[in-house]
């Protein structure tokens, strides 16, 4: 089946700190989010991609969707505390419609005081 | 707005013995969806639901796990009997369509111990 490569599994950074992470995948994905999960809950979407070589930023948080619909990367700049939490890339297959989402395994950040 | 309610929060039972799981989707919403997040991975399809049909189910464990929709609002999923294999969080997400997808809202999950 179709999935996600998510990378890195777990990042240890510092206040401040500009965070990277990405997704990837063997096959074509039409529409790409990026959510935030915290202990305890469901995940909370961040960001939706719906076209290719689209990027978007809500706040300290970017994403881009890769013109190959292979790949999307999340950026977060200047890192703050509430940062911390699992972040998983999901996408959807499928053009329109609603549709199942794909996730990959997640990304850890922990901040170091 | 009032956001996808699940209840239980947590449940803990004995393997073999039946539990069901509640979800309320966000007003308006005809899409209903039933994943399940084992520790340490991203949440996994179980079930989609258009309105009172399910429209993909190919990923639910027919043989123990059962789902209903009744009026399109409402959704309960069943498992009879439990074994230890499905300690996990069930996920309820909602969506209603936006843009050139489906944007998907999450419950909070209900947190399942098999013991």
């Known amino acids: 089946g179709q999935q996600l490569n998510q990378s890195p599994q777990s990042m240890f950074i510092q206040e401040g700190e500009d965070v990277s992470m990405n997704c990837t995948s063997s096959s074509i994905f039409n529409t790409w989010l990026w959510y935030k999960q915290d202990p305890g809950e469901g995940p909370v979407l961040l960001i939706a991609?719906?076209?290719?070589?689209e990027l978007t930023s809500n706040g300290r948080l970017t994403a881009q969707f890769g013109i190959t619909r292979k790949d999307s990367f999340l950026n977060i700049s200047a890192s703050i505390p509430s940062d911390v939490g699992i972040y998983f890339c999901a996408g959807q297959p499928g053009i329109q419609g609603a549709q199942k989402l794909v996730f990959g395994q997640g990304t850890r950040l922990t901040i170091n005081p | 707005e009032a956001g996808v309610v699940q209840s239980p929060r947590y449940k803990i039972i004995e393997k073999k013995q039946p539990v069901a799981f509640w979800c309320n989707p966000i007003?308006?919403?005809?899409?209903l969806y039933w994943y399940r997040q084992n520790l340490g991975q991203g949440p996994e399809l179980l079930i989609r639901y258009e309105n009172e049909e399910a429209v993909d189910d190919s990923q639910l464990p027919k043989d123990r796990f059962s789902a209903e929709r009744l009026k399109g609002v409402d959704s309960t999923l069943k498992i009879q009997p439990a074994e230890l294999g499905d300690s996990a969080v069930y996920l309820c997400?909602?969506?209603?369509?936006?843009?050139?997808?489906?944007?998907?809202?999450f419950g909070p999950g209900t947190r399942l111990l098999v013991l």
């Open positions: 991609l719906y076209k290719a070589g």
């Open positions: 997400a909602s969506s209603q369509r936006a843009g050139g997808g489906e944007t998907q809202y």
């Open positions: 007003s308006g919403h005809n899409t």
